[in-house]
């Protein structure tokens, strides 16, 4: 069953602007992770934090994780038309060995 | 990041064949290997989890007997959809996970069942 849910479902922004998507998710987790998914094509991981982490950083991305409110965020800075993807986020739980993904943000950005 | 190839990236069955998908992890050796289906405009979801050289656990709800799952070495899993039908039609993702706690995701098989 899916652990993550994520909003908002679709983000459309211009070049240039940010772009910031949320994930909430249930139980105590090991680490989350973000990932994305060009339209028909397989995963690409972005960046993954684990729970006593509370913010990453990786190029243009900016991951935050709050524990105590079990929710994470992904924040896109100076977006491109490349960009243009779905994000999940995923978490792994623990004594666990499987991600659980979230539904996705699907992320459009306008040229 | 690792790789892990795919394929066929795409096929097209009649209804009632079976279809393999296999799955490679060409830098890497994945001791555990996830499969996962996606729906249009939907999100993974897990079906089964191998480990090479043994029986696949299935999620529950998947037919262990529909969707027969190989991992005979530690770069080679496959899937194997048996009679295939038109609810089949989905796409289906493979990934090999590593001891850091990452996933390297294949660029996905689409299955057409007609």
């Known amino acids: 069953s899916q652990q993550g849910e994520e909003d908002p479902q679709a983000l459309s922004i211009q070049e240039g602007e940010n772009a910031t998507m949320n994930c909430s998710y249930k139980t105590s987790i090991n680490n989350l992770q973000w990932y994305r998914q060009n339209s028909g094509r397989g995963l690409v991981h972005l960046i993954l934090?684990?729970?006593?982490?509370r913010e990453k950083h990786s190029g243009r991305l900016r991951v935050t994780l709050d524990t105590s409110k079990k929710s994470s965020s992904l924040l896109i800075t100076a977006s491109r038309a490349a960009d243009t993807a779905s994000y999940f986020c995923?978490?792994?739980?623990?004594?666990?060995?499987?991600?659980?993904f979230g539904a996705g943000t699907t992320v459009t950005v306008r040229a | 990041g690792a790789v892990v190839s795919q394929h066929p990236s795409w096929v097209i069955c009649k209804s009632g064949t079976s279809v393999k998908i296999e799955c490679r992890s060409l830098?890497?050796?994945?001791?555990?290997m996830f499969w996962y289906r996606q729906f249009p405009k939907q999100s993974l979801m897990l079906m089964a989890t191998?480990?090479?050289?043994?029986?696949?656990?299935?999620e529950q709800g998947v037919e262990k007997d529909k969707f027969l799952i190989n991992h005979a070495s530690l770069t080679l899993s496959t899937l194997t959809v048996t009679s295939a039908h038109p609810e089949d039609s989905s796409f289906y993702i493979c990934s090999g996970g590593t001891n850091t706690g990452e996933l390297f995701f294949g660029e996905g098989s689409r299955l057409t069942v007609l």
């Open positions: 995923a978490t792994l739980l623990r004594d666990d060995y499987k991600l659980s």
């Open positions: 830098d890497f050796q994945a001791t555990t």
């Open positions: 191998s480990n090479e050289g043994s029986k696949a656990t299935y």
């Open positions: 934090i684990r729970s006593n982490e």
